[in-house]
């Protein structure tokens, strides 16, 4: 298909643009590297270059090919996803921090047509896991490792191939499926959102616009590729020409200094990160003055937070960002100011109203909407919705219904709208809940537990809490006893770390609830009269 280039919906097209602008501009910086635009350019379309022109690149049913990106936050990692931008594909983000059989599950869901990794994914391939990848593997990073069976696993490098001149991204259009990312699923299989180019390029020029971004920012990037909040952080940054700031997994507790070493300007994080680094006193009066915007999001911000980051960064404006991924990262705001505008009842901050180009109910379980001020499940609508989950049919009709004429999302987040027509999340629906700012389905870890155990009743929850916000995960057993180290090794093998129980607890007689399933609650009441 020819598309005319002001029509190209190819998310490298910032970097293409920039790199002809002003080339030397710094894109990315991470540890003691740094890559301008237009060396990110470079790198991006040589990578670009080898994909396009390997063999059987086209897939037969005309989507475009997927490309998996198994690598870590860094600058590698950038040029690898850029490159599989560049070159019209769908990124497909593989987190590393996940077990083998899981990177397994995703990659035969998937049918990738290449995979690229850094140094840090390229450690991760076992004979095992590189059998499973597609033929076309390339390495992004600076040194191979050996793999498993002392053998270099048989990859292209990124350094030996032909610096070339950036020429425009692929073209690709709205309905092109621009990136894939998986997150929990209740069936213990992870679902893929498939996020089309159109919502992606509706999402980063609106939010670049909404938060005033500029081509002299430094903007904080906290998260890891598989996490949607990345693509908020790179392509909003990437959108103005301003320079992206990898926070290094390693030293999250020291990101106030790395913010005023660094000069950040653009703040990016869960709340959780600004709620440790209270914890810890890092967070003192003036000690991110350089702030001028902080955006908070992915879960309830909490008003201890922000009275404690107005204080440390007083020269900054505050946003709560609240959305699922399925509809493109963010889709309703609410700017935080001196008085704060709060839930009713609960110390947190509203989730405000919808961003451009979104919508937003709160309707009862027909769909039908209801009045301002009566709780009932938040449904998102608009232009950054995601086409479906990939190969679930039957899940993407049942979680993208059509009420009125208009395709919806059920968030499964309890909610009201309020008089003034301000949203307030109230917990949710289901039993999804956030970990560090991790989405996490306890019935993914209860499927897992009932393998890894052979008992039929368990029950994860989401314990302890602090400030409302969940820092890990307890999971009871219905049995007399337990080998808690042997089911955690079992688990370790099919969960990723933040999934992982921190504690398993045999309980004889698991509480019911009217509807004979696992009382979560009282489960959670066990711990707190244990605690108390
Ligand atoms: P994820 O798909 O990982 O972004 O998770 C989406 C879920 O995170 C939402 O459905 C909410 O339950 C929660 N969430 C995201 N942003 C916020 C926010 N600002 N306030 C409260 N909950 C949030």
Redesign the pocket.
């Known amino acids: 298909m020819t598309i005319p280039l002001h029509k190209n919906f190819n998310l490298a097209c910032a970097i293409h643009r920039h790199c002809l602008a002003h080339p030397d501009s710094p894109a990315v910086v991470c540890k003691d590297r740094s890559l301008t635009y237009g060396e990110l350019a470079e790198r991006a379309a040589r990578l670009a270059a080898c994909l396009t022109r390997s063999p059987g690149w086209q897939r037969s049913d005309g989507q475009p090919p997927r490309v998996g990106i198994l690598a870590s936050r860094g600058v590698d990692a950038c040029v690898a996803l850029l490159g599989a931008c560049w070159a019209g594909a769908t990124y497909v983000p593989i987190g590393l921090k996940q077990p083998e059989e899981r990177i397994l599950s995703l990659l035969s869901q998937c049918a990738l047509s290449a995979v690229i990794t850094d140094d840090e994914g390229a450690k991760l391939l076992t004979k095992r896991l590189r059998a499973a990848c597609p033929p076309l593997l390339i390495h992004a990073g600076q040194t191979l490792v050996t793999d498993d069976t002392g053998e270099l696993p048989d990859l292209v490098a990124l350094a030996t191939l032909a610096p070339v001149t950036p020429e425009e991204p692929a073209p690709m259009a709205p309905s092109d499926t621009a990136y894939i990312i998986f ?1 929990s699923g209740t069936t213990g299989v992870p679902k893929g959102v498939m996020i089309s180019a159109g919502a992606a390029r509706h999402y980063v020029t609106m939010i670049a616009e909404r938060l005033g971004l500029r081509a002299s920012d430094r903007a904080l990037e906290t998260c890891e590729l598989s ?3 990345s693509v908020h952080n790179m392509f909003s940054t990437w959108e103005v020409g301003a320079a992206l700031h990898i926070l290094p997994a390693n030293t999250v507790m020291n990101a106030v200094k790395f913010a005023r070493t660094s000069g950040l300007t653009v703040w990016n994080s869960v709340p959780s990160l600004a709620g440790m680094l209270r914890q810890v006193k890092a967070l003192a009066p003036d000690s991110l003055a350089s702030l001028r915007v902080t955006v ?6 909490p008003a201890s937070t922000v009275v404690a980051w107005q204080a440390a960064a007083p020269n900054s404006t505050i946003v ?7 509809a493109t ?2 889709c309703l705001a609410q700017p935080v100011g001196a008085a704060l505008p709060l839930t009713p009842g609960r110390d ?2 509203a ?1 405000g109203t919808p961003l451009p180009g979104n919508e937003a109910a709160v309707v009862d379980e027909h769909g039908q909407p209801l009045p301002d001020g009566t709780p009932g499940e938040l449904v998102i609508a608009g232009e950054q919705l995601a086409d479906a989950y990939l190969g679930a049919a039957e899940l993407t009709a049942a979680r993208f219904p059509t009420f009125a004429g208009k395709r919806w999302y059920r ?3 309890l909610a009201l709208r309020d008089a003034t027509g301000s949203f307030h ?1 109230l917990g ?1 629906i289901d039993n ?1 809940v ?1 970990v560090l700012g ?2 996490v389905e306890l019935e993914e870890i209860d499927a897992h537990l009932r393998v890894a155990t052979g008992a039929d009743v368990v029950g994860a929850v989401a314990w302890p809490l602090a400030d409302g916000m969940a820092r890990g995960i307890v999971a009871f057993v219905g049995a007399s006893t337990i080998d808690a180290d042997t089911v955690i090794n079992a688990l370790r093998s099919r969960i990723p770390a933040y999934m992982l129980p921190n504690r398993i607890i045999a309980l004889a007689t698991m509480p019911l609830n009217g509807s004979g399933k696992v009382d979560r609650r009282a489960l959670r009441q066990l711990l707190e009269d244990a605690a108390a």
């Open positions: 997150t996490f949607d909040f908070f999001g992915g879960e309830q911000l709560n960002l609240y959305g699922p991924t399925e990262v963010f947190v901050v989730i968030t499964g987040d999340c949710r999804q956030k991790y989405r």
